[in-house]
């Protein structure tokens, strides 16, 4: 989108009951190119809840000239369910995502 294909990778990650989302893109973002991760949050099949690199933990969204991104570890308990999901978004001093909405 915007003036550069971004192609990446997107990943939920787990470590002892904790999951995060990662995103990593295979080139560094062309300007006016960001690049997030949204990790979503399922109980009894309804989204209860989003995080996104810019949630608290995590460490920001990508930026022009930068490859990744990751949101905070969350603790997961064994009714829950995760999804990762990678955005590609073009702005020119921030990001414009409309995909990633955090409504639970």
């Known amino acids: 989108m915007g003036d550069g294909a971004a192609v990446g990778a997107v990943q939920l990650c787990k470590s002892s009951g904790y999951y995060w989302g990662y995103v990593v893109f295979y080139d560094a973002m062309q300007p006016n190119n960001?690049?997030?991760v949204r990790l979503d949050r399922y109980q009894g099949g309804s989204k209860v809840a989003a995080y996104t690199c810019d949630t608290v933990g995590g460490n920001g969204y990508v930026?022009?000239?930068?490859?990744?991104?990751w949101t905070s570890r969350i603790s997961g308990g064994s009714s829950d369910k995760f999804q990762a999901l990678g955005y590609s978004c073009y702005g020119s001093s921030h990001p414009s995502c409309p995909d990633v909405n955090l409504d639970a």
């Open 34 to 36: 960001w690049g997030q």
């Open 63 to 69: 930026r022009p000239g930068q490859t990744q991104c």
